[in-house]
């Protein structure tokens, strides 16, 4: 036959029963139950005060912790959550130690647990990601060395206006260089806002973008007018490969911020939208700490580029050796007598052509391989372009 579990409310509350009913004297219960008058005397005086509940185990942790967040810091950070209700616990203490240095703030699982306590941290949904591609940074050491360049993806404003977003980015500081909103994504709205970055905080090494219009194109070395620009001012285009954004994957990060907090809901108008962006690029630059960079703000990274932009742009420089020729408005170029169609992107611009063998030219413009020419046939060879798909099935 099994054992019969005691429990120790049935016995506290025999206890009190046969102290009520008078059944022996207070030490001789004591002397029954096993425990001290003392013992005795705090059940019967809880059972009194609180009945059953009294004679419950009390719990034994502090009512007051010495290290306590006091009811003002408490505040203090909600009023700072309010103010930023997209900050997590580790920036918001990031931006208080900023802000008030002379004040021991808690830290940020303290701060966390004060959010969650007030119903202000909502469980985020995980996906299952891939590594980030880290290649497209490997080299970006220090501001200026590669500026990001992208169109947000378009929205409609709340009158029915296409907004595109364009933004441009240090990669080293996320310094966000500009955030303009584009009436039209094409060289002609994009360049003036390359020009006026350039004019401000001068030229970077090398501009990172996609593969789209009107950053790159389908013709030479996917040469575009703008990208051709940059190289006349020694600038590096440097272009991810089509599908991966993650090879930008600091500029995408701050599109998903960006979309976060001025275009959930859209504005009313672009002008209302505009000065959405103009705040949050504010923000972002001078307030919100980065954790990627030891929760700084990417203005205390950002330095301007001591190359200034040039008064004049200047013209491609070729070795002696090379053949100069001037690609015609119509795109065509003439090589010995005859008329031979190039490239209508680098309309006006030189190009150079270096021997390298009996038979063959090898073209460039600046430091690019653009094609070949086959001075027997009098035709150009451009490269072969491997597809995505095809190389993935070889592979």
């Not at 918001?92 to 703030?105: C, F, S, T």
């Not at 119903?119 to 990001?148: E, H, I, M, T």
Request: with cysteine; charged share 30%.
């Amino acid at each position: 036959m099994p054992l019969r579990e005691v429990c120790i409310m049935d016995v506290r509350m025999r206890f009190v029963a046969d102290y009520m009913n008078e059944v022996d004297s207070m030490s001789g219960l004591c002397r029954a139950y096993g425990i001290s008058r003392k013992t005795g005397y705090k059940y019967i005086r809880r059972y009194c005060e609180y009945g059953l509940d009294g004679l419950k185990d009390y719990s034994r942790a502090p009512r007051h912790h010495p290290n306590a967040v006091s009811v003002e810091i408490e505040a203090h950070i909600l009023k700072s959550r309010s103010q930023h209700p997209r900050w997590g616990p580790r920036k918001l203490k990031a931006y208080l130690e900023r802000h008030y240095p002379v004040v021991n703030w808690p830290a940020a699982s303290t701060i966390g647990e004060i959010l969650k306590r007030h119903g202000l941290v909502f469980p985020r949904r995980r996906n299952r990601k891939s590594p980030p591609y880290n290649q497209p940074f490997v080299d970006c050491n220090g501001a200026n060395q590669v500026w990001c360049a992208d169109f947000k993806g378009w929205f409609r404003t709340l009158d029915g206006q296409r907004c595109d977003p364009f933004t441009l980015s240090d990669a080293y500081s996320r310094y966000l260089l500009r955030c303009q909103v584009a009436l039209r994504p094409d060289h002609q709205f994009v360049k003036p806002l390359f020009e006026a970055a350039f004019r401000e905080y001068g030229l970077p090494v090398a501009i990172r973008t996609d593969n789209g219009s009107p950053f790159a194109t389908t013709t030479l070395a996917g040469l575009s007018r703008l990208s051709i620009e940059w190289i006349k001012l020694g600038i590096r285009p440097e272009r991810i490969r089509p599908g991966k954004p993650a090879e930008n994957g600091r500029h995408e990060r701050m599109h998903r911020t960006l979309k976060d907090e001025t275009a959930k809901p859209p504005k009313s108008t672009l002008r209302v939208q505009q000065k959405a962006f103009d705040a949050f690029r504010q923000e972002y630059n001078h307030e919100r700490p980065h954790e990627s960079i030891d929760q700084q703000t990417p203005a205390d990274l950002y330095q301007p580029s001591p190359r200034p932009y040039p008064a004049h742009m200047p013209e491609i420089e070729y070795p002696e050796e090379y053949i100069i020729r001037r690609v015609h408005p119509q795109g065509d170029l003439r090589w010995r007598g005859k008329q031979i169609y190039f490239s209508q992107t680098l309309a006006g611009e030189d190009v150079g052509f270096k021997q390298i063998d009996d038979r063959h030219y090898q073209i460039y413009f600046a430091h690019l391989k653009l094609a070949i020419l086959d001075d027997y046939m009098g035709n150009i060879i451009r490269p072969k372009v491997t597809s995505i798909r095809k190389k993935k099935r070889n592979d």
